[in-house]
């Protein structure tokens, strides 16, 4: 059984930080692509940042880009976001997930990945 469990969401003021974390479990995280996905209230569910062979390749949404990091620690099975200079509108919920199968275009589509946690909420004040 294949689980992942997100911590690390709160409410900061807008140019704070941030650090979420992701332990995976019956899947190891070097396996595909794992990624950091996020929905705000009335929006789709939209990719953050992916990364798959251990961070050998990594995309970022252009709106995070130079302001969010994706890492892992393998021997912990753990995926990380920390985000830097945080604005409103980074508010919504984050999600980890993970991909079954090896990705070749669109890595950042939510529809890529079968397995996902249940969310932590961010939410960055003005």
């Known amino acids: 059984l294949v689980r992942l469990a997100e911590s690390g969401g709160g409410t900061v003021e807008a140019g704070g930080s941030l650090r979420l974390s992701c332990v995976v479990s019956g899947y190891t995280i070097s396996k595909n692509w794992v990624g950091w996905f996020r929905q705000a209230p009335g929006k789709e569910r939209e990719g953050v940042a992916v990364t798959s062979r251990s961070g050998g390749n990594t995309i970022y949404y252009s709106s995070v880009r130079g302001r969010f990091v994706i890492s892992q620690d393998s021997a912990k099975n753990t995926l990380f976001l920390q985000m830097d200079s945080l604005k409103p509108e980074d508010t919504a919920m984050y999600y980890c997930?993970?991909?079954?199968?090896?990705?070749?275009?669109?890595?950042?589509?939510?529809?890529?990945?079968?397995?996902w946690g249940q969310g932590t909420q961010v939410t960055v004040s003005s």
């Open positions: 997930a993970a991909s079954e199968f090896s990705i070749s275009a669109g890595a950042l589509d939510p529809a890529r990945y079968n397995y």
